[in-house]
């Protein structure tokens, strides 16, 4: 009876080992949506509708990322191709069958509504860091070529919607995984070349909207009530919280509908107008020890495709945080990018805690192999 109990609370130990998980991770990640919860709350005009919801797509994104995390990292490179593939056929149906919103057309509904650019913002770094793990550093030129057409298509499907932040930040996840391959800093100098000569190109393939919120950047009190009227405001809203903000809930931007888009592209305005510069910089040092944390996994991962995919996620969470800030402070153009794990929104959330689920398999996968 007792060599019976023995096994039984030795299997159960072995079954605590197995679950993978970050918990450094897992805490800075819970701490980070927790606040925007409150942040999103008075954003919403104290909103308990759509409180629930955000909450409620919280949670189905914590459960994605801690399922993800469970599979083994050579699992997830297996799937690699397979999710780009699938995220291409899901972009093509979007032109032919998907639903339109505000101007766009960028959601497929199948009992669920999602949006399937959001999953290339994984599925073009896996695909990248598969192709490359096999081959030798730094890529050549044939394979450098390949790399940009693997990147290029599912950008343009995107643009094409048009949605010209998440073609941006897809594109941005692929060149990253290019960067951390070690590329030569001839073929580096060669494509800031080749940018100049595209930006002329970009710049007749967007839409007139599009094209004004770059003019806008240059001169926003040029159209105070019209194209500028977003980055004004927001400017606003931020210079007024100063060291120690408003208070919670008694924004004057925010509660008096002056703000746009207050529960996703301008909630970063919010935390400065409520919270002050306080506010900002805690919201910041969060974002800090995430993208820290991940960077750490990538150097100590235990094989390349692992450490090219782990560095992406991580420097491509980064950027989110970059043009978001930078655009609600008018040091970019307004691109329709949400501030990570704050703003409101389903699919976004759920995309990146999967990415995060990713970046906790390597992480175990790397104390798997230490120990053989």
């Known amino acids: 009876m007792i060599a019976k ?40 005009n104290e909103s308990t509708d759509v409180l629930i919801r955000q909450i409620y797509r919280i949670i189905i994104a914590f459960v994605a990322m801690i399922i993800v995390a469970q599979i083994p990292t050579e699992i997830i490179r297996k799937l690699s191709p397979w999710a780009y593939l699938g995220g291409i056929l899901l972009l093509s149906l979007v032109l032919w069958l998907g639903e339109s919103g505000q101007g766009a057309q960028r959601w497929l509904n199948v009992g669920i509504r999602f949006q399937p650019s959001e999953i290339m913002k994984l599925g073009v770094p ?19 070529i390949f790399i940009l057409i693997i990147i290029a298509i599912p950008s343009f499907l995107i643009a094409k919607q048009p949605d010209l932040g998440t073609s941006i930040l897809v594109m941005a996840a692929g060149l990253l995984v290019l960067f951390l391959s070690g590329i030569s800093f001839r073929y580096i100098l060669s494509l800031g070349l080749l940018a100049i000569p595209s930006s002329f190109f970009l710049w007749k393939f967007m839409k007139d909207y599009q094209r004004q919120r770059v003019l806008t950047l240059l001169n926003p009190d040029s159209d105070p009530l019209g194209a500028g009227y977003n980055i004004i405001q927001s400017k606003i809203a931020m210079g007024s919280g100063g060291m120690f903000g408003k208070g919670w809930k008694n924004g004057s931007q925010v509660q008096l509908e002056f703000l746009p888009e207050k529960n996703t592209d301008f909630i970063f305005a919010v935390i400065g107008e409520e919270f002050g510069l306080l506010g900002v910089l805690t919201i910041l040092f969060l974002y800090l020890i995430i993208i820290g944390r991940g960077l750490v996994i990538a150097t ?10 782990a560095g992406s996620l991580s420097l491509t ?56």
């Open 126 to 144: 896996m695909m990248v860091a598969w192709y490359l793990h096999e081959k030798r550093l730094p890529p050549n030129l044939k394979e450098l």
């Open 300 to 309: 100590q991962a235990s094989d390349l495709y692992g450490r090219l995919l």
């Open 5 to 44: 109990s023995k096994k039984i609370n030795l299997t159960h130990d072995q079954n605590i080992k197995s679950f993978k998980f970050d918990g450094f991770l897992f805490i800075t990640i819970s701490l980070t949506c927790l606040m925007g919860i409150f942040i999103l709350y008075s954003a919403s």
């Open 317 to 372: 969470f980064f950027f989110y945080v970059f043009v978001n800030t930078a655009m609600v402070v008018g040091l970019m153009p307004i691109v329709g990018i949400p501030l990570p794990l704050v703003s409101y929104g389903g699919t976004s959330m759920v995309t990146l805690m999967v990415g995060f689920g990713m970046l906790m398999s390597i992480n175990s996968n790397r104390k798997l192999v230490a120990k053989k």
